[in-house]
């Protein structure tokens, strides 16, 4: 394969023809001249409601499992009684989306998915500043933008996965560390995203260049992994959803994914490895979009989106990622897999920031520019 940049890996795989998903229900009218007499369970400011219900409309981007994303949805058209449309995208694949766009993008909002990418979209001028209420109840600054352009509502722990089963069967150990997995014994036996789709595997790069201590040192580790990956998966979720079949057997990603796995479908063969080195951590974030033709209404997703009725849903739609509102209600089932949201790294956002593309750029050149492990579909 050619060395394709990140926008002909997406252009190849055809994303603006998707389609838009309906959220279904029109939401009552009850609720929503209920919502306008402010009444209103999010906190939003009742003038705010009433310009939103004018506009009647809104779109949404969304990153998060779509799982998630298609009844935090649905119950934002129940609050509020307007018609909401979702497109289901992964970060990298809703960047060159908005970059194609121009600031005239066919949506309003971004919901869900690491912040990597919102980063990229922020410096560009792609976002929106918007300064919501229920910002407030975050629980640290490092949860929102430094331009009050996005703002987090999860955090989820970058680490491995495995096939219980097919690795004692094979006869080798579980891997503890990243560095383990460029043992030979594990050639053709690892699946992680591609680098051009994922906002998952633009973590897993800025995160291995941050443990490495410079870019040479980072790329270097990544071409020696890439010896042993079997494949390289349009979305980051793409590896958990393997290795419960036994299709894939060891697996970089989203832990909560594989939580997802194991609690949600019954794989109790997966096991989960917390990196001895230290894990990495997402910011699962949302935002409005520069340009939006619908501005209040992605005004007050961002309150519903910063508050419990919104984030709560999560756990019980199969998204197990630690909330970072004061006054949402934590997955039990993190927890109980091992999971601790305090025990990362000190991710630098700021770097990921500002060289993220410049890093790809290199790391794919360094790779010869894929070959046909690289999904894009």
Known sequence: MNNLTRRGFLGAAGITTLGLAACGGSGSSSAASGSSAGADSVGADADLIKAAQDEGELVVYVSCEEDYGKPACSHFEELYGIKTTYQRLSTEEVLAKIEEEGGKPSGDVWFGGTTDPYNMASKEGLLEVVEPKN????????????????????????????NKEELDRLGIDAPEDYDDLLDEKY????????????GTALLFMNTMIQKKGSEEAGIEFLKE???????????????????????????????????????????DNIGLVVPSSGASFEIGATAALKGAAHPNAAKL?????????????????????????DNATQPEQAEEYGLDPDNVMDYDFEDAKENSEKYRTDLMEALGGGDDRFQTE
């Not at 050639?187 to 994922?198: C, E």
Request: aromatic share 12%; proline share 2%; charged share 20%.
């Open 301 to 325: 997703w961002l309150e519903y989106a910063l508050s419990p009725e919104c984030v709560d849903m999560a756990k019980d739609n199969g998204s197990y990622q630690f909330l970072v509102i």
């Open 187 to 198: 050639k053709g036996l690892v699946w992680l995203a591609n680098y051009n789709t994922s």
């Open 225 to 267: 992994l890439d010896k042993n990956i079997a494949q390289y998966t349009k979305s980051g979720s793409g590896p958990s959803k393997n290795i419960g079949t036994a299709e894939c057997t060891v697996g970089i990603g989203m832990l909560h994914d594989g939580i997802y796995q194991i609690v949600d479908n019954g794989y």
């Open 135 to 162: 910002a407030s109840h975050l629980i640290d600054d490092i949860y929102k933008s430094t331009e009050n352009d996005w703002y987090g509502i999860y955090k989820g722990i970058l680490g491995i996965m495995y």
